[in-house]
């Protein structure tokens, strides 16, 4: 087992839940809290302390919080005041730079780099070595596929930075790069290597390098049956919230109240 | 020296071959073999256990076999559930997910990141930062450059994965995007960016987003001498089984048995 | 304080300056030289051995030379053989080869990954997953944005590489490649996602894939006054050499003897 409570939590402050496991050589910092049930492997650094710690006597390391039944795979770099929803899932080797507010049930993949400042909704899917630059929104069901980039300096270098927004449900394929300050609609399939640089409507099907709406994805057709594939919330429900009763139930319990 | 007897085989089943040397901090897990000759640097996790091992307490780490004379360097994690031929040599900080089947004579760069369920052949060389998608094929002697991403998913998301083939003697340029499903021949070259979304034959050279090809490989000249470059085989043999007596004669000698 | 002498020095000629802190589990090698003032932080490598350390009983390490007042943050791994000027500042997880000269008041991003025999000057600033190919020459105040990749073969597989050259102040946007022996004049925007094939002049503007010079850098308007942005020295000032008193004050200063 790699549990072998050969971790260390330095310093004050720091709010463990029960039937909490961590693993070897993870340090946890000051100013922490770990909910319930959650997992954190080995070799992590959670509560990374900001720049000034190293110069600072003086310094307070912002509170951090990871929520209940997650789990953070090894190497994962949390700095110090993001919070987590309930829930999580990382891969290996994460990087999560400070003032990151991040929903429940997102899973998180392996090398993904989060810049900080930015805020992810629930049920988003990020998968391997993303770039998430700061002042982007991405809100809840968002998938995003590896290496996609979210950039925010029109103009650079500057010190204004206009973030990206992603709507809910919306695909950003493999290798994709978003422009700064463009907004994304919901629903949207954004195929992979494209380069966005202008805002899109919902249910826009978007190619190419500069991309360009090259249809509706309304009109793709599903693989496996009759009909159309998307709203994609019909045709896939692994960890989603509408798994076993469908999309439209779903919807409904929510609209009237959970 | 960075071997220090001081790693740690957790587990049973561990079956360490002759001559083999352990970086520190490097952890071993159930029912891995390592063969003769073997170095595997400091702060590696091998037989990296499935999500099932945290929460279940019957769990069975799957076989993983690492090959003889094999060199993987510091930081690697190598999931339970994959074999390495021979030889193999890797940079720092890959990941490699289960059911990965990967030939003898790979190099497997820095930052790699191998889904599992994949098959690499023989002499591959994958440079730093590259994506392998579960369901890929790598045949033999292709080289892939840096940040190559390989999808599998023409509708995501969905659970209906259509894995890229790449076929013996292909180079995949630096930054290229390959499409789901798709199958690209021999002695192919993809252009670095490339976004390959259809099937290529042997000898294409492929360029642009879309990819399109814009020529035959056999036409590109030399830099060195008269004559062209391509078939590469002619003109490289670092670290191929030909060097020394040159492709033809390698070729011959294993037609005819070696 | 993650400070607690719990690191190695590993052999001979190791030379530590004063009031240098190292942090937990970093390991230092043979003939490596740090600065004053500067600090390394946990689970780093500096004077990572070369291959030949692992099968040559009498091996001899590259000098490495870390400057003063630096902060190289965790996990770094640095090879044996490079040469950084002072007030050098990384992210996490960098890997740098040998042979790398970087110059001082440099930083360089998360998951950079440095070829070696590369030369990078001063005030240079590298975002994060970078990939940097061997030969490639980064001339001062250039920047350069997540995930851009400087390729050296054109040909591939050959050993005849061809370095890329960056002139001084350009901009790099993320996700560019950098195509083999290609040369970029000084004070020009790399649009983000270009494919650049081809050599530009200063001031050019270049998009797309391929890339094409769309326009002149000095005709793109400041968002935040009237008047133009570029060339950026005159609009941005944090980190640089200039900060407080211009960059024409600046410049006069420099040539005339500071």
Redesign the interface.
């Known amino acids: ?2 549990f072998n409570n050969n971790f260390q939590l ?1 310093g004050n402050n720091i709010n463990i839940g029960k039937n909490v ?1 961590i693993g070897d ?1 993870t ?1 946890i910092y000051d100013n922490v809290q770990v909910g319930d049930d959650t ?1 954190i492997a ?2 992590c ?1 959670i509560g ?1 302390p900001l ?1 000034n710690y ?1 110069y600072n006597d003086n310094y307070i390391n912002p509170e951090t919080k990871i929520g209940e039944s997650s ?1 953070i795979r ?2 994962a ?1 949390i700095y110090a005041g993001s919070t987590f929803g309930n829930e999580l899932q990382t ?3 994460i ?1 999560i730079l400070p003032d990151s507010k991040i929903g429940h049930n997102c899973s998180i993949g ?2 993904c ?1 989060i ?1 900080g400042d930015i805020e992810i909704g629930n049920y988003c ?1 990020l998968h ?2 993303i ?1 998430v ?1 700061q002042k982007s929104i991405i809100k809840n069901y968002v ?1 995003i ?3 996609v ?1 979210f ?1 925010n ?8 930075w206009l973030g990206v927004t992603v709507d809910e449900y919306t ?1 950003i ?3 994709s ?1 978003l ?1 700064p300050g463009i907004k994304i609609g919901k629903n949207c ?1 954004i195929g ?2 494209s ?1 966005v640089s202008k805002d899109f409507n919902d249910f826009s099907l978007v190619m ?3 991309g360009r709406r090259i249809g509706d994805v309304k009109k ?1 057709k ?3 049956k009759d009909g159309f ?2 709203p ?1 919330m019909y ?2 429900e ?1 960890g989603m919230p509408w798994k076993g009763i469908g999309y439209d139930e779903w919807l409904k319990k929510k609209n009237y109240g959970d």
Chains 1, 2, 3 share one sequence.
């Open positions: 087992m790699k330095l496991k050589r340090i997992i080995n070799d650094i990374e720049h190293y789990l090894s190497h770099i891969g290996h080797r990087t392996t090398l780099d810049q899917r391997s070595n770039h630059g998938f596929y590896p290496f980039i950039t300096d029109p103009t650079p270098p500057s010190d204004d695909q394929g493999a290798g790069i422009m399939l992979a290597g380069v190419g390098n500069p793709i599903s693989r496996k594939h998307y994609w045709n896939f692994r």
